[in-house]
């Protein structure tokens, strides 16, 4: 399967097979998340395996009784450590290591970066969270399809039950819980807006399609 199938084909599941995922497959899973691209190399998610059936269904509970949670044999609880974009000097000397950036970041970005970090909001950096980890969970949803399993991705939840379900601590914010399973539905595709209500040519409205 290429990457154009999986996104095709990737739907919402929200039935799954009671049948274990094998420890290959979610190490699969996960590698691909490591994989995903981050501002400044930031790479803020952390990820939490959970496969016991009463903290699945506490986190059930948490997320509104949506029934799919506990369904699936796994939930990945995928989250943000805030505190990973205080960590921009190792990353930028990294990137100048590995050859993806010029030296002379140093001395330009660094500075820009300390400066933005000095005064940044618990909010920005929220929407800077939630901009890298999605990526990560996305390369987690597409890579299940290739591998027969299914995903849905969970943001109706409460927050602090499942924070305190899993014992995380304040700097490390949930994004999503991710049921993953093996599906035992099989969707139609759910609508979509056409693309000449998404997308406009030079100027936001022009005519593009
Ligand atoms: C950020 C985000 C949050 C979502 N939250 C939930 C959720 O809490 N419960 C749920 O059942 N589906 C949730 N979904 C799935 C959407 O309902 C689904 O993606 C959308 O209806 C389109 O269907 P499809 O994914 O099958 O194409 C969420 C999807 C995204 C991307």
């Known amino acids: 399967m290429d990457v154009s199938e999986a996104i095709r084909t990737r739907r919402s599941i929200r039935k799954f097979k009671p049948d274990p995922i094998p420890e290959e ?10 994989l995903a691209p981050s501002g400044t ?75 933005g970090m000095s005064t940044v ?23 299940a399809v290739e591998i027969g399993l299914g995903t849905c991705w969970v943001r109706w939840y409460e927050d602090n039950k499942v924070k305190e379900i899993l014992d995380i601590p304040d700097h490390i914010e949930v994004m999503a819980l991710l049921p993953v399973g093996i599906p035992d539905e099989d969707p139609s595709p759910r609508p979509r807006l056409s693309l000449d209500k998404i ?11």
């Open 199 to 209: 997308v406009f040519s030079e100027k936001y409205g022009g005519k593009y399609i």
């Open 41 to 115: 190399n930031t790479q803020p998610w952390r990820f939490i395996v959970v496969k016991d059936d009463d903290t699945k269904a506490k986190l059930q509970r948490a997320a509104h009784n949506q029934r799919h949670v506990k369904r699936a044999p796994i939930i990945i609880v995928c989250c943000a450590d805030l505190k990973a974009f205080r960590e921009y000097p190792e990353r930028v000397d990294e990137l100048i290591e590995s050859g993806a950036l010029p030296e002379r970041t140093r001395e330009v970005f660094i500075p820009y970066l300390e400066k």
């Open 121 to 143: 909001t618990k909010d920005a950096l929220m929407v800077a969270a939630a901009a890298n980890v999605a990526i990560a969970v996305e390369h987690i949803v597409l890579q």
């Open 25 to 34: 497959k979610i190490k699969l899973l996960l590698e691909s998340a490591r």
